[in-house]
């Protein structure tokens, strides 16, 4: 099983990250972090790397009823999207996938949740152009 579902656009890297910000956002996520690795594998080790930003996105409702399932699920939340740059104007963007990340816990409701999450994620990725 894979742990995550991807997909490649033509664009350039800043207007991918708008595009799924806001395809994130119409599925319900709001973005709680950005994680410019590019820039920061640069401060802290002085080396080149390609464009390559982590954004933390979280679908509030989700999250709660996931907490209440699950006191502890907070430690893989939020759900990371990830938007690279294979090549000068071919981006790649991944998502994890929940249910993936989650098969370990065995907690019936979590799984629940996991699921509509994917689906929700899934439609993210499908529908970017």
């Known amino acids: 099983m894979s742990y995550y579902f991807s997909k490649s656009i033509r664009s350039t890297f800043s207007e991918a990250v708008n595009r799924v910000t806001e395809a994130l956002k119409r599925e319900g996520f ?23 930003k982590i954004l933390g996105a979280c679908n509030p409702p989700f999250a709660y009823k996931a907490l209440q399932a699950e006191p502890k699920i907070g430690t ?26 989650m098969q370990a816990i065995r907690n019936v409701e979590l799984g629940s949740i ?16």
């Not at 996991?114 to 152009?129: D, F, R």
């Open 76 to 101: 893989m939340l939020p759900c990371n999207v990830i938007v690279q740059e294979l090549e000068e104007g071919l981006i790649e963007v991944s998502a994890i996938d929940p249910i993936a990340s």
């Open 30 to 52: 709001g973005i709680l972090t950005e994680i410019d690795v590019k820039e920061t594998l640069r401060k802290k080790l002085d080396v080149d790397f390609r464009q390559y």
């Open 114 to 129: 996991a699921g509509q999450i994917q689906t929700k994620l899934k439609n993210v990725i499908e529908n970017l152009s």
